[in-house]
């Protein structure tokens, strides 16, 4: 049965379909409910300034559709704050800001039905995760979604029939959804995971709730920087081109002249250099063979051609005025706030996130200095120290790498010594600090020696092979591979480590993260008999890559969602004057109370630290804090 709450005794209902009742029928029914269902309709989509106008709750026997532009959700606050108490939804985060901003609740008890059929298809192509999908995949049901649309804008009419019985289908298919996934996630054994991301979610929830502060005319001021570095790099391109022999003769198709004006005495130049396909043109003189201005060639031609080198960097600088400009504002909410939207679940278990891409901000505090603390308020940062590398010394157990690890020894120096073996020992200055305690030194053969090894370590939580590391490091295909096979000869165990998860996603079609989790991947570009098929290689390639880094970056993944569960619980049980406000990666940022800082920072730590321990067992991972007035990497 469906009933309708809305205060109002002269709402006409059809008796058949429906009753009305009150708020405290709808407490007295769910309050013995071990499961619920729970949805909302809203006016929009931005929960600063958009009502939540419908909330619905209740199981496969009765819904209640409760209209929150008139009844106050407040009496259902122990039931939706219950642990005790499973709350279905679909796209949790979405209903819980709202229910947080307009009701003042924080729901707790969350299971996701969308998080959960991420994890139980991760890596799968051609899925939807809608609510119409997975009713249509599970009850064979086919929900009418148009009327959702519907409520956007609706203010003060009285809800139509139609939507009363939309309201509550949702809920009440939600149950269904469930408990065709249950069953799933224990043939599988994906239950600690889809834990961990049910739990998980009210901390991404609470980020994209809390939001950050954007010092805008400090925006403003890079942006302007930025537009003139842009400009600059444009008139060198055309300086440049100018007296470039090899597409003079070309480049007069772009020129603006007359009649009057020598070849000589050009002045003007119209390339358009936003425009990928006269860049082209141009480039092909130079380089015959250049496919196209967007590729990884640009990047390994750069080095060969001074006038290539300058147009990727005008590249970069327009990506930054076009990705931070003035358009980055669009993102701005009604209350001056960043909220970004996190995408919790990628192929490998990493995050993402969109409107705008926080992930994605440079790193080099330019930009994020502009994202301020309150007044009375300071950022305090947490992230592990080498995270992906201490996930592969553990998954490999190279002695060297655990020894170094365990002595704070520098882990990338101590690899090139044994990589370079006599070159290393013959560069270094008098004096190296390395020889003396095994720490990063600044000898200039040792730097080049160095960063060409951590290239690799680094790589290999990304599958990087020979192609990319020529690239990166600017070296011949053969010298990146010659490089690559000294590597792992000095390393084995780690070469036997990777080599074992590669072999076993090309054997079984799918790879797993660490215990506790056991995240898995599946591949759908594999079958049975994939080793057999000679035409095959490009997708084995694939998929070997794919599960060398899948466990690393997914164990990381793992411990840092971890952590936010363990901070998000302790700022709620004990009302700490904490505030989750971002992460990105290995690292979880809060801003807190001054006062409370001292305090924050051990507990930060701790719980960073106590997450990690779940999965890299052997305690080695290390957190660090920090402590800034604004947002810092």
């Known amino acids: 049965m469906i009933y309708l709450i809305d205060n109002s005794s002269n709402t006409k209902i059809p008796a058949s379909h429906y009753q009305l009742g009150t708020i405290d029928d709808v407490v007295k029914y769910c309050e013995d409910k071990k499961v619920l269902g729970v949805d909302t309709e809203t006016e929009g989509f931005d929960f600063t300034c958009k009502k939540m106008i419908m909330f619905q709750i209740g199981d496969e026997i009765d819904q209640f559709v409760i209209d929150t532009r008139v009844v106050n959700i407040e009496p259902l606050r122990h039931i939706l704050e219950s642990r005790d108490i499973v709350k279905i939804f679909h796209n949790a985060k979405f209903d819980y800001k709202f229910i947080k901003r307009w009701g003042n609740i924080e729901c707790e008890g969350i299971y996701d039905t969308f998080l959960t059929e991420r994890v139980l298809n991760c890596g799968k192509d051609g ?13 064979n049901v086919e929900l009418n979604k148009e009327i959702r649309n519907q409520f956007i804008g609706l203010t003060g009419q009285p809800f139509r029939e139609d939507q009363i019985v939309y309201g509550a289908k949702d809920v009440e298919y ?33 980020i994209e709730y809390n939001g950050l502060d954007l010092d805008t005319e400090k925006w403003k001021e890079i942006e302007a920087v930025n537009m003139d570095n842009a400009n600059t ?52 003189c130079i380089v015959s063979k250049l496919e196209n201005v967007n590729g990884k060639q640009m990047y390994k031609y750069r080095y060969k051609f001074p006038l290539i080198d300058k147009y990727v960097k005008y590249k970069e600088a327009m990506k930054l005025c076009t990705s931070y400009g003035d358009a980055f504002f669009k993102n701005l909410s009604k209350d001056n706030k960043i909220h970004t939207n996190f995408h919790q679940i990628l192929d490998t278990g990493r995050v993402s996130s969109s409107k705008p891409n926080m992930q994605q901000i440079p790193a080099d505090n330019i930009y994020r200095n502009c994202f301020t603390a309150p007044d009375g308020w300071s950022f305090v940062s947490s992230d592990y120290s080498s995270q992906e590398l201490n996930v592969i010394a553990y998954g490999s157990k190279d ?111 799918y790879i797993k993260t660490f215990p506790p989790y056991n995240r898995k991947r599946w591949f759908t570009n594999w079958y049975p008999r994939i080793w057999d098929n000679k035409s095959s290689s490009m997708e084995l390639g694939s998929i070997e ?66 997450a990690a321990l779940e999965i890299v067992t052997n305690g080695l991972l290390k957190a660090e804090v920090t402590v800034s007035n604004c947002w810092t990497k």
């Not at 469930?178 to 609470?206: C, G, M, S, W």
């Not at 363990?566 to 904490?578: E, G, K, Q, T």
Request: charged share 30%; hydrophobic share 35%.
């Open 399 to 509: 002695p060297v790498w655990i020894k170094a690890l365990k002595n704070n020894q520098d882990l990338h120096s101590t690899c090139a010594e044994l990589v370079y073996g006599e070159k290393w020992l013959t560069s270094g200055e008098d004096n190296c600090i390395y020889f003396k305690r095994k720490a990063k030194c600044n000898c200039p053969s040792h730097k080049k020696l160095r960063t060409n090894v951590k290239t690799i370590n680094f790589g290999l939580a990304y599958g990087m092979g020979p192609n990319k590391l020529s690239d990166t490091l600017n070296i011949d295909l053969e010298s990146a591979k010659e490089l690559i096979e000294k590597y792992f000869k000095a390393f084995p165990s780690i070469k036997g480590f990777l080599d074992k998860l590669g072999n076993y996603g090309k054997k079984y079609g």
């Open 545 to 610: 890559r794919a599960s060398k880094n899948t466990p690393i970056q997914g164990a990381s993944a793992d411990m840092t969602k971890k952590a936010l569960i363990l901070m998000r619980n302790h700022i709620n049980a004990f009302n700490v004057p904490v505030k989750l406000v971002m992460t990105v990666h290995d690292q979880i940022d809060t801003i807190c109370k001054d006062g409370y800082v001292s305090q924050w920072k051990l507990d930060m730590k701790g719980f960073m630290e106590e």
């Open 174 to 206: 939600l149950i269904g959804v469930r408990k065709h996934q249950l069953p799933l996630i224990d043939r599988y054994k994906l239950n600690n995971v889809v834990d961990l991301e049910n739990e998980a979610v009210t901390a991404f929830a609470d």
């Open 127 to 139: 899925i939807r995760y809608g609510l119409k999908d997975v009713c249509k995949k599970y009850l």
């Open 233 to 284: 790099l444009e008139n060198n391109l055309d300086e440049m081109v100018r007296v470039d022999h090899r597409v003079k003769h070309f480049v007069s198709r772009y020129i603006q002249t007359d009649m009057f004006t020598a070849t000589e005495d050009i002045r003007d130049i119209d390339i358009k250099w936003t425009s990928p396909k006269q860049v082209l043109e141009v480039f092909q």
